[in-house]
């Protein structure tokens, strides 16, 4: 082969190789680039999931979720009722109420005004017999003053040996601080919510009497042994009912590390009785043990999940939790709140239907029948819901799903609520407290919140004296007798002798 052929090929083969590098580095660059370019998509699908996660969470609110009122920012609008096109404030035909007066037995001074001589319009002179006497009273409340025992017990020294002999002090008489005093301070603790400094200002300005802060701590302490027992006799009662709601809210018991450690109030509520327990515990199993492992009651609860250990068929949902369940579905939009609109449209005629039952204007035959209508549309809908586009919606709905049969428990065991609203109006003033007292510093501070908060709910559900109860259990208390109980038509004697 001529010599400039075999340059030629050289040549050739040097562009071939030079060509097959260069394709090979451009190939290279471009699965690089490639690579780069499903890395950035990769973040940008995240970072597009992050922003539609935190916009859900800027649209949250006590409509769409479980976030309370109070915590709404300015702006938010509750969906309006239907207007009813009548004037607010009392309605024509509606019972009247008015302040009644006092028997004359609880009258403690009378004034008789008597009847004018002339009349007020004509200026002649009033003959005849009086023929009515107008009653009014004023309620007033005298200075107050603490009552102050001294016991002076007196010694004798014994001629023969020289021993002093004190008088020993009556045991009714070996408090500092009486009953009703001790109870006051527990009452504006746990019913009033005041903290300790707002409890001594207040004795000290209305009362006049001084107590320190220790001295108040130690009639927590008092009180809290003393409704030991009451408390587990509630427990008991509230396990052997036919139907029980549960509830829980946030709370603080101590500080870990200089923060405060988590905790929840939990709450376990019949029509009278009502148990709380603080727990650090948000778990099922606390659940258990406040009813008990033999409770076979029906259970009104929200979807929480602590609750799915009990039988779905003895449950029944929240359908106030559900409400805001379908309004977060309106709040996302698209295919969601056409969902969600489709879903509150029954739950509105569910609602117009229970109430009318209610109120006597339709009987729960037709209620259920009626009913049976509206249970395969909601399952319908869920089951759209389920597979949604809207990855929230879809499992809010998968989740409803697996409850189904505790939605309409109601509509046929008589007596159940659809709502788990009494237990939520129960916990309304703990999260008060929780907000204004920051929870409490250690778990005997805990065992005295959640018995005073047993006690005083379960004496208002019963229209019964607080006061008077926590009176009377401290004197029982202090002297070994029977404690009052905290059960309804307890016939438990009263111990308090008359003043």
């Not at 680039?33 to 949250?60: G, N």
């Not at 009318?356 to 809908?381: K, W």
């Not at 959640?450 to 926590?470: H, K």
């Amino acid at each position: 082969m001529p010599r400039n052929a075999r340059i030629r090929i050289a040549e050739l083969e040097a562009q071939v190789a030079a060509r097959d590098a260069r394709i090979a580095e451009l190939e290279a660059q471009v699965a690089a680039r490639d690579a780069r370019i499903a890395e950035l998509e990769a973040q940008v699908k995240a970072l597009t999931r992050r922003v539609a996660e935190l916009e859900a969470q800027l649209r949250r609110n006590s409509t769409n979720s479980s976030k309370p009122p109070s915590s709404d920012p300015p702006g938010v609008r509750r969906p309006p009722r239907e207007p009813t096109g009548r004037r607010a404030g009392g309605q024509p035909g509606h019972e009247f109420h008015e302040r009644e007066l006092l028997p004359p037995e609880q009258v403690n001074r009378v004034i008789e005004v008597p009847a004018p001589e002339r009349c007020h319009s004509c200026n002649e002179k009033l003959e005849g017999g009086q023929r009515e006497v107008h009653r009014h009273q004023m309620v007033e409340i005298p200075p107050l003053q603490p009552l102050v025992t001294e016991v002076r017990c007196h010694a004798v020294e014994c001629a023969h040996c020289g021993t002093l002999n004190r008088a020993l002090a009556p045991e009714a008489v070996g408090h500092v601080f009486g009953e009703r005093l001790s109870a006051m301070v527990c009452l504006l603790v746990g019913k009033y919510r005041l903290s300790k400094r707002l409890v001594r200002d207040a004795l000290s300005d209305l009362l006049g009497v001084r107590l320190s802060l220790g001295a108040i701590g130690n009639r927590e302490k008092e009180m809290s042994a003393a409704l030991s027992g009451p408390v587990a006799q509630a427990e008991q009662y509230v396990r052997d009912q036919d139907a029980a709601h549960l509830d829980e809210t946030g709370w603080y018991e101590g500080k870990v590390q200089g923060h405060h450690r988590r905790a929840w109030l939990w709450l376990a509520a019949t029509a009278l009785v009502a148990v709380f327990r603080i727990s650090s515990s948000h778990g099922g199993e606390v659940a258990k043990a406040l009813l008990g492992e033999d409770f076979a009651g029906f259970l009104i609860t929200d979807r929480w999940s602590a609750y799915n250990w009990y039988e779905t068929a003895l449950r029944q949902l929240c359908w106030s939790h559900l409400t805001r369940d379908f309004q977060g579905f309106i709040d996302r939009g698209g295919e969601s709140a056409r969902i969600g609109q489709a879903l509150m449209e029954e739950r509105n005629r569910m609602f117009k239907w229970w109430h009318q039952v209610r109120d006597g204007t339709m009987s729960r035959e037709d209620f259920a029948r009626r009913m049976s209508e509206v249970e395969q549309e909601v399952g319908r809908l869920l089951r759209q819901a389920s597979v949604c586009a809207e990855d929230e919606t879809a499992g809010t709905a998968a989740k409803i799903l697996q409850l189904e049969e505790a939605l309409w428990t109601f509509v046929q065991v008589e007596g159940l609520e659809p709502t788990n609203n009494f237990a939520e109006r129960l916990l309304r003033p703990c999260v008060m407290y929780r907000k204004t007292s920051l929870g409490t510093q250690s778990p005997e501070g805990s065992r005295f919140v959640e018995r005073i908060l047993t006690a005083v709910t379960t004496l208002d559900l019963q229209q019964r004296n607080v006061l008077e109860f926590l009176t009377d259990l401290l004197y029982a208390h202090r002297r070994g007798l029977p404690l009052p109980s905290l059960l309804p038509f307890s016939t438990t004697a009263q111990t308090l002798p008359p003043a």
